[in-house]
């Protein structure tokens, strides 16, 4: 089933999808997301501006590093927030509110990823792992 070309709308705060137009290029992978991703806008003069994402599809390990990773996109989120909560003052409450919910999501997928690690160690290794289990005292 072909799904691709979803646009995307919710980074507008109004009903369409504004002068910054984001589409999802492929179909969902087999863990159900999407990898390509298509920005456009119209940038000075009217010339047309294109940007791609492509991210990571699969695990490093077995694929190898063939895109980005959501943690990268909100590292680059967090970074530019934090460096405009030094700007205008005005805007200083709205910056440190979109903040903090960004940096949990960070966090839960470094929770997640280092849950995936341990899960990956264990299977790899696993009599490391048990070595490593800590004794438990009835």
Same mark, same amino acid.
């Given at each position: &089933?072909?799904?691709?070309? %979803?646009?995307? *709308?919710?980074?507008?705060?109004? $009903? /369409? +999808?504004?002068?910054?137009?984001?589409?999802? &290029?492929?179909?969902?992978?087999?863990? !159900?997301?999407?990898?390509?991703? %298509?920005?456009?806008?119209?940038?000075?003069? !009217? &010339?047309?501006?294109? *940007?791609?994402?492509?991210?990571?599809? !699969? +695990?490093?390990? =077995?694929?190898?590093?063939? !895109?980005? *990773? &959501?943690?990268? #996109?909100? $590292?680059?989120? @967090?970074?530019?927030?934090?460096?405009?909560?030094?700007?205008?003052?005005?805007?200083?409450?709205?910056?440190?509110?979109?903040?903090?919910?960004? =940096?949990? $999501? #960070?966090?839960?997928?470094?929770? %997640?990823?280092?849950?995936?690690?341990?899960?990956? %160690?264990?299977? =790899?290794?696993?009599?490391?792992?048990?070595? /490593?289990?800590? @004794?438990?005292?009835?």
């Amino acid at each position: &089933m072909n799904q691709a070309r %979803k646009y995307i *709308t919710q980074h507008n705060p109004t $009903a /369409d +999808s504004g002068p910054i137009q984001i589409h999802a &290029m492929d179909d969902p992978g087999p863990e !159900g997301a999407r990898h390509l991703y %298509k920005i456009f806008f119209s940038g000075p003069n !009217g &010339m047309q501006v294109q *940007t791609n994402f492509a991210f990571q599809k !699969g +695990s490093v390990i =077995e694929a190898g590093l063939n !895109g980005i *990773t &959501m943690e990268t #996109l909100l $590292a680059i989120c @967090i970074d530019r927030l934090r460096d405009l909560q030094v700007g205008d003052p005005a805007f200083r409450d709205w910056h440190t509110e979109a903040l903090a919910p960004i =940096e949990e $999501a #960070l966090e839960a997928l470094h929770k %997640k990823q280092r849950h995936h690690d341990g899960i990956r %160690k264990v299977i =790899e290794h696993p009599y490391d792992a048990a070595r /490593d289990a800590p @004794i438990v005292r009835a």
